[in-house]
């Protein structure tokens, strides 16, 4: 059979039941033995463990018995006292029963925590469960049914939470780990129920406890935890701590563990040290203080909840803490901002805000960031919930520290009016109203308010926000001012002006610039500018209805400028045509009209609009000028035919502003056609005004730069001519040579041409139509169509001939020039050798003769004199073939004369008589080319400006020439070139004149 020794040494911690534990250790003679099975054996079962804590103090009752009996004592414990001596010997030599004092001290031990677990447990905080989750059968329930729930189908089980340690290691571990575990866990009340019973043990480790206590907990679920201050001797308090039992038992007296130790009995392991450093002494006020600030700072910088730690201050200065009063103000006015501040919806997430944040902020940006998502409908409910109490504390804490500054609410507040946006200020003003109580105005003051709206106002970029600002308006004060005032006033305004003028020092002025320049300002002052300003948004309403907004403080730096106004005024009558609504009826143009005389109107108290330098005809003017830009000229013709309009232009006026807007339209037009485009309105726009004859000369200018572009000329290669570009041609005939040379048929349509040059700007000028026809002639000659060459030459000649015969003399530099172009056209022709009709190449150089000037002469005989002989050759040769025999060549010279003089009776006449009065000077080709090469530049000279050639590379100047290739001239017969011309030239004018045949 086995022995219960072995039954119990080979049972199993999980085998243990309450009966095989009693019939195992009651059936055990040896009581130490027993005793230390009991206190060997650690399990979570709380009755199976008290049963076995239980048996082993009863094994140990024998040894008390001995130790009485031994030394003949009473059987009541104090008997024991005293005998320390007696009582070390006896343990020495009865080591067994010294043991069993050392065990039961131990069991004890283990059944107090038992004890204390069993507390712990019963305050365990509870948790709320849904029916039908996994539960533990033996576990104790209760079902909250809620019978009177709508719809509800669930059932809540409440249910204890479990320790978060087990019996066996509440018992075996340390007692601080296990209070720790109890706090970092947040079981306050298990942890006061530990703290009641082990005060004396776990009280010195109390901060080391305190500060597991997680940062996110609310101070009221551990106040009764916290410490707290003795204000009498400003000194921690020390609670008082209930203990465990009532009596102490006889082992641990002091003389049974002094003789235990005294005699060298070795201490069982119990596992209940303590290893921590501790804090035995109690705190003073100063280190208490300074506890709650670590504290404080551990939940603001861990969690951010300010509540929490504010919390744990009002704890703390209502348990005598000292020095948090401060700090108490800035969590509570921190808590404020978190909490009671209106949140933005845009905001994704939280502000992070810690209490270093806070304290590094300056009051300006406290006040900004609680009102930072405020919205106009509640922005003075929350100035007056949430600023104006931190300025009073501002206030408070100036005054305690010696610093008074009872203006200091009430900057920081207009500080921050003069930053808020419009939508916000005007909450503001609305809660300033005069009318209101006084009490309940936000600012105090009329006259503050006054400036505060003027700097506001006129220091806001703003455009689109006129309805806002006359809200603001309307809510400050009327004042009376004496007329006498009104000067100055209008002096500061008008030095108002300048101010807000941007330099380079300060360039742009902010509400807080202008609020200095407002302050000093006397009453009369300050209600002139409030008269301004009401001229001032009303015109600024205006400008934005026709979409050309300005700032306000536009109107204070153009009040002297009528540039600028008249530059704004333009752009209102220009821009008004170009809204995202098309002013497409006659009633908006008048609205538009009415508006813009308004602004130029004064009124009683003679101060103007946004126009008010400018003229009421300058507006009109104006106006005319934006309606025509917009190309609405059945509009412009109703009102200025109606008899109602308040359009009153006079003709002329009107006629020079059409005349403006076309040349506009012209100048920035792409296409020079006149039948669509910026063009065609450049031609309406002249049909606005009656007809004049500056308008029709414009017409037809318009005309002439359509037909020019349907040329299809370049200004440059492969970029077709603009119509600014031939506005701003110098000598637009030159525009006509282009046309000629660009155009091979252009020559053979004389009319089209003529009337080209005539719609020009050339009309009924003879030079200018005498140059057309030269380039036309000119052109036709490189054509080598010489019959439509002479017919223009013709024409030509006609025109300077009656050009001539009109005038009365030669001294008029038009009639030169027109001879000029017209004798060198003549040369030109007469002596083209390709041209065979020798009767017209005659007739031609003759018409040169007659109208060259005195010195070109010379050079025109010497052409004629080649072509004479040219004809007198051909003449012979004929004759002779006729007459077979010889002819006389002085016959055939008069008749060369006679073909030469057979001009109309006035050129022959005149021929005569320049011949006869000719002297001949040196002449001028001795050291020079042959004529015609004095003939081209000279003609050259006249019409530089005219590109007539387009190169003469297809014909040869002349059959007889001894010119090269280069224009170089060679000798021939090894004689003198210039002694054979001058002789050659002699004999000719001789025999002209009629001189010998031997001259």
């Known amino acids: 059979m086995t022995s219960p020794y072995t039954r119990w040494v080979d049972l199993a911690d999980g085998e243990l039941t309450v009966d095989n534990v009693e019939g195992i250790l009651n059936n055990l003679t040896d009581d130490l033995w027993a005793a230390a099975a009991c206190a060997d054996r650690l399990v979570d079962d709380v009755l199976l463990q008290q049963k076995l804590l239980q048996l082993g103090l009863a094994r140990t009752d024998s040894a008390y018995t001995r130790l009485e009996r031994l030394l003949s004592s009473s059987s009541d414990q104090d008997s024991l006292e005293g005998k320390a001596p007696s009582l070390i010997e006896y343990f020495k030599e009865v080591e067994g029963d010294a043991l069993l004092c050392r065990v039961r001290v131990v069991l004890l031990g283990r059944l107090d925590r038992l004890n204390t677990y069993v507390e712990v447990c019963k305050a365990a905080p509870e948790e709320e469960t849904e029916k039908g989750s996994e539960q533990n059968e033996d576990e104790d329930e209760e079902w909250d049914d809620d019978p009177w729930g709508e719809g509800s189908t669930k059932a809540v089980l409440v249910s204890k939470l479990p320790p978060p340690f087990s019996l066996s290691e509440f018992l075996s571990s340390d007692l601080l780990h296990s209070a720790c575990l109890l706090a970092v866990n947040q079981w306050f009340n298990g942890l006061g129920v530990v703290f009641s019973r082990h005060g004396s043990t776990l009280w010195p480790f109390r901060f080391t406890i305190l500060d597991l206590i997680p940062g996110h907990t609310s101070p009221t679920d551990y106040h009764t935890l916290l410490p707290s201050r003795d204000p009498e001797m400003d000194i921690e308090i020390r609670p008082h701590f209930e203990g465990l ?560 015969a009109s005038s009365m003399g030669m001294d008029d530099p038009q009639i030169r020039e027109a001879s000029d172009v017209c004798w060198i056209a003549c040369f030109q022709l007469g002596r083209q050798t390709e041209f065979e009709d020798m009767d017209k190449k005659l007739c031609l150089l003759g018409r040169a003769v007659e109208i060259c000037p005195a010195d070109k002469l010379h050079d025109v005989l010497t052409a004629w004199r080649r072509l004479e002989n040219q004809d007198i050759g051909v003449r012979e040769e004929r004759l002779t073939k006729r007459h077979g025999g010889a002819v006389d060549s002085g016959d055939n010279r008069k008749r060369a004369a006679t073909a030469l003089l057979n001009l109309p009776e006035s050129a022959a006449s005149t021929l005569q008589e320049r011949l006869k009065s000719f002297h001949m000077p040196s002449p001028p080709l001795l050291n020079t080319p042959d004529a015609a090469a004095l003939a081209s530049r000279t003609f050259k000279s006249v019409a530089a400006s005219f590109p007539f050639s387009r190169g003469r590379s297809r014909f040869s100047q002349e059959s007889g020439s001894d010119r090269s290739r280069s224009g170089s001239r060679r000798p021939g017969n090894g004689q003198d070139v210039s002694a054979q011309a001058s002789r050659v030239f002699s004999q000719g004018i001789g025999w002209l004149i009629g001189a010998e045949e031997g001259l």
Not at 541 to 550: G, N, Q
Not at 721 to 747: C, F, G, H, M, W
Not at 765 to 774: F, G, P, Q, S
Request: hydrophobic share 40%.
């Open 245 to 804: 039992r009532r009596e102490r038992d006889w082992s641990e007296s002091s003389d049974i563990q002094s003789a235990l130790n005294a005699a060298s009995i070795p201490i069982w392991h119990s596992g209940n040290s303590t290893s921590s450093h501790s804090s035995i002494d109690l705190k003073s006020g100063g280190e208490l203080s300074s506890w709650y600030h670590q504290r404080v700072d551990f939940i603001v910088s861990s969690t951010g909840m300010i509540d929490s730690a504010l919390t744990l201050v009002q704890h703390a200065v209502s348990q005598g803490i000292g020095g948090l009063d401060e700090l108490g103000e800035e969590l509570s006015l921190l808590s404020r901002l978190v909490y009671d501040s209106p949140r933005g919806k845009d905001i994704p997430e939280e502000e992070d805000w810690t209490l270093d944040r806070w304290l590094s902020m300056d009051p300006p940006a406290v006040v900004r960031a609680y009102l930072a998502h405020s919205a106009p409908p509640t922005v003075s409910n929350d100035i007056s919930r949430l600023v104006m109490p931190y300025l009073f504390v501002l206030e408070s804490r100036a005054e305690r520290s010696g610093k008074s500054d009872p203006s200091l609410p009430t900057r920081l507040l207009y500080d921050y009016i003069l930053s808020a946006p419009l939508n916000i200020a005007v909450s503001i003003f609305e809660a300033s109203k005069p009318t209101l109580p006084f009490s309940q105005r936000l600012i105090k003051h009329d006259d503050d308010m006054v400036r505060l709206a003027l700097a506001c106002l006129y220091g806001n970029e703003s455009l689109d926000q006129w309805p806002t600002m006359s809200n603001i308006f309307e809510c400050l004060p009327v004042w009376e001012v004496t007329s006498g005032d009104e000067d100055a006033a209008d002096t500061t305004v008008a030095s108002l002006g300048t101010f807000v003028t941007p330099t380079t020092a300060r360039p742009s002025c902010t509400p807080s610039d202008l609020l200095v320049f407002f302050k000093p300002l006397p009453m009369s002052s300050l209600s002139r500018a409030l008269d301004f300003l009401d001229i001032h948004l009303e015109s600024g309403e205006i400008l934005a209805r026709w979409c050309v907004p300005a700032p306000l403080r536009w109107f204070l730096q153009s009040n002297n400028d009528p540039a600028e106004q008249r530059a704004w005024a333009n752009r209102m009558a220009r821009r008004a045509g170009n809204k995202h609504d098309q002013l497409d009826t006659l009633q908006d143009w008048e609205w538009l009209l009415e508006d813009m005389l308004k602004l130029s109107a004064k009124a009683d108290n003679k101060l103007g609009g946004a126009f008010c330098l400018l003229s009421r005809d300058e507006v009109l003017r104006i106006y005319l000028s934006g309606l025509l830009s917009t190309g609405r000229f059945d509009i412009a013709r109703n009102l200025l035919q109606s008899r109602k309009s308040r359009l009153t232009l006079d003709g002329e006026a009107v006629e020079s502003i059409c005349l403006s807007c076309s040349r506009e339209f012209y100048d920035n037009a792409s296409s020079g056609n006149y039948k669509f485009g910026e063009m065609k309105l450049a031609y309406d726009c002249l049909g606005v005004p009656p007809p004049s004859d500056r308008l029709e000369k414009e017409k037809e200018f318009i005309e002439a730069t359509s037909r020019l572009t349907s040329f299809n000329i370049m200004s440059r290669p492969g970029i077709p001519i603009s119509p600014i570009e031939i506005r701003l041609t110098k000598d637009r005939l030159t525009l006509v040579s282009q046309v000629l040379s660009s155009n091979s048929d252009a020559y053979k349509h004389i009319e089209v041409i003529l009337d080209l040059v005539r719609k020009l700007g050339f009309k009924d000028d003879i030079v200018a139509e005498v140059k057309a026809l030269a380039m036309i002639a000119d052109t036709a000659l490189q054509a080598e169509d010489f019959s439509r060459s002479y017919e223009t030459s013709q024409r030509m000649v006609d025109l300077v001939l009656n050009l001539r």
